[in-house]
């Protein structure tokens, strides 16, 4: 059985990690808003596999990377970089060729 001292500390240092991950987590839910803070759970599968590989020296295997490759393009999707960044590209091809429409519409 754990002396009373060993006890004392697990839930001192319980308390202390507990309280603290309350403050950080709405100092970030504050500046970043509901939908980004959430995206952070999104995280917690791949770094424990990241963290086991490293740590534990576990081996990865390929079907974890294509988890990886999953969370980070649903992470994209959802924080909506992805989607911005294809219209952007987009706008820019139909941009860039305004002279081969012109001569398009010229023609007919």
């Not at 504050?30 to 576990?58: D, Q, R």
């Amino acid at each position: 059985m754990p002396s009373a001292a060993t006890i004392a500390s697990v839930l001192a240092i319980a308390a202390f990690s507990t309280a603290l991950a309350h403050v950080v987590y709405f100092r970030i839910f504050s500046g970043a808003g509901a939908t980004n803070l959430l995206l952070v759970t999104l995280l917690v599968p791949a770094t424990s596999v990241a963290l086991g590989a490293l740590v534990l020296s576990e081996r990865l295997m390929a079907r974890q990377l294509v988890g990886f490759a999953l969370i980070a393009f649903g992470l994209a999707f959802i924080d909506g970089r992805a989607p911005k960044a294809t219209m952007l590209r987009l706008r820019k091809f139909e941009n860039a060729r305004p002279s081969a429409r012109r001569a398009s519409s010229l023609k007919t």
